[in-house]
């Protein structure tokens, strides 16, 4: 099945750093990335869609420069969580969908997260 | 306002028994369905799909019936095993963006 690679699953980092998190897609071609965050028992929030070689779209009240993303190839797709905050802490998933699935119904593939904890 | 609804956050079910999760959706221009399933600190897994042109499909334990007249579709799951402990996702897509809209979820606990 496909299989969708996230990395890095943890970072405990000072309040200040940035961080950037990689997803890739090991065995399909992805033009369409997503982003999501989830908080303690509460569903995933979709934070933004990530286009191959084309900007995000970003998800009401998601800050662009505070979440900055690149989707450099059909393989790869990077958040980069800058100046992180103790409240940017959170659970992030990414997830892709084979190109195929513009139009044509595709299921999206998940990574398995990374937890971010910012001191 | 939640366009995919989730109304039992969880559900207990005996080890060989069937498993039925609900899920409702409010937005018409919904026409593809999907099941996840997610462990703790994982991210979710899969687990099958409709589109809106059946109102069954089956993989293995696991059948989805869609009713659209009722805007309302399940997940079954027989027969359960513990190893199907976890939190399930209803999530739905539409045409135009194929952006998913995710329930809240429910947890299932198959007890042995």
């Known amino acids: 099945g496909a299989v969708v690679s996230q990395h890095p699953s943890r970072v405990i980092c000072k309040s200040g750093t940035s961080v950037k998190i990689e997803c890739r897609s090991l065995d399909f071609q992805a033009t369409t990335m997503f982003w999501y965050r989830q908080f303690p028992k509460q569903s995933l929030m979709l934070m933004a869609t990530s286009n191959e070689g084309s900007k995000a779209t970003y998800e009401q009240g998601v800050e662009k420069d505070k979440f900055l993303i690149n989707h450099a190839s059909l393989t790869l797709s990077t958040l980069t969580v800058t100046s992180a905050h103790p409240e940017d802490s959170s659970f992030y998933i990414c997830?892709?969908?084979?190109?195929?699935?513009?139009?044509?119904?595709?299921?999206?593939?998940f990574g398995d997260g990374t937890r971010l904890s910012i001191l | 306002d939640q366009q995919v609804k989730q109304n039992s956050p969880s559900l207990s079910v005996q080890e060989g028994r069937i498993s039925i999760l609900n899920c409702d959706y409010t937005?018409?221009?919904?026409?593809?369905f999907l099941w996840y399933k997610k462990y703790p600190a994982e991210g979710p897994t899969f687990l099958i799909s409709i589109s809106s042109i059946k109102d069954k499909n089956e993989d293995g334990r696991f059948t989805v019936f869609l009713n659209k007249s009722a805007k309302h579709l399940s997940l079954h799951i027989v027969p359960s095993q513990p190893g199907d402990s976890a939190v399930y996702f209803c999530?739905?897509?539409?045409?135009?963006?194929?952006?998913?809209?995710w329930g809240l979820g429910t947890s299932l606990a198959v007890n042995p």
């Open positions: 937005n018409s221009m919904f026409d593809y």
């Open positions: 999530a739905a897509s539409a045409r135009y963006n194929r952006k998913l809209i």
């Open positions: 997830s892709a969908r084979d190109s195929e699935g513009t139009t044509i119904a595709q299921p999206q593939h």
